[in-house]
């Protein structure tokens, strides 16, 4: 197996790749922020996800994606209400029901995402800074711009495999082992029930990577990927919500990839929710937001596809942290 499997790298590394190089998320609207850099900062608080991806289990040498990512705003506005009582005035605050809709401000936002994607013996390494400017353009409807900067290292456990032919070339540390600048950019527009945005990652097709000793041309290595997300949330009464939402990726040669989703949410505590997956998928999925600090989501998705019969399903997991929340939100204003 290891044999045919170094084969097949090879091949995805040394010429135009098979298939999406970024990892696959089956619960994207939890974290869009993995693939749109102009979602940083858009919550009053430091949102951190930690997330983990264990793709096709049952099958050997099947992805498995870690990740962390964490941004924040800054420079962004107290909001401000007017007191009542013998103090009349203005005063900040943050206390009072910090889960309704509050217009959002002007300001900037900073974050870092660290992911690693394992398939086989071949490992993808992510590490990128992130910049996001929001802007209102009305009461209710915000833009932001975003870009991300960083690199990519693909590396290859050697130890492990087997050959079939040991004096080929291409079976060398240096021919593998590269670190690539990655650039991406997106936008976004937002508001207190509806998301648009769309985002490119790995925009940089340069004929050269970062190992200044190695002479070979790498054109074509990083494939350009793209990805347009939407989401409308329609109020069925006070605690109850249903959000509809889609994802379209697309990384020429693969053909395009659709998600869509439907979550129904409760009290901004609990949610469920389901997604189908072009050709590929069926999934159910959960969450809770058990505090003003912790929340934690679950995936399971079950191949619709032939791969079906040699896997038993995909299992992602996120844990979320909203640290400095001072305002107290249980559930983020802004779907994302």
Known sequence: MKNIYVSLVLLLVASQAWGQQRPQYTQYMMNNYLLNPAITGIEDYTDVKIGTRQQWVGLEDAPVTYYVTAHMPINKEARQVRSVGPNKGLRSTHTVNQNRFVRAYP???????????????????????????????????????????????????????????????????????????????????????????????????????????????????????????????????????????????????????????????????????????????????????????????YSYDYNTSNLSISNTGTHEVILGLKLFNKAGVICPKWMH
């Open 107 to 297: 300001h900037h936002g900073v974050g870092v995402t660290a992911l690693t994607d394992k398939t086989g013996l071949l490992r993808r390494n992510h590490l990128n800074l992130t910049y996001a400017y929001h802007l209102p353009v009305s009461r209710t409807v915000t833009v932001s711009l975003g870009a991300l900067g960083g690199i990519v290292k693909n590396s290859f456990n050697f130890g492990e495999a087997t050959y079939g032919n040991p004096a080929d070339p291409a079976y060398t540390k240096d021919y593998i082992n590269r670190t690539y600048f990655d650039l991406g950019m997106g936008s976004w527009v937002y508001g207190e029930n509806f998301f648009l945005g769309v985002s490119g990652a790995q925009l940089l097709r340069a004929t050269r990577d970062l190992n200044p000793s190695e002479e070979e041309n790498t054109e074509g290595v990083l494939q350009k990927h793209f990805f347009a997300t939407g989401g409308y949330k329609f109020r069925l009464g006070q605690d109850i919500s249903i959000i509809p939402s889609v994802m379209v990726k697309f990384a020429n040669p693969s053909p395009a990839s659709v998600d869509v989703s439907l979550r129904g949410v409760y009290a901004d505590r609990v949610w469920v929710g389901a997604t189908y997956r072009n050709k590929d998928a069926l999934a159910a999925m959960a969450g809770i937001n058990v505090s003003t600090i912790f929340d934690v989501s």
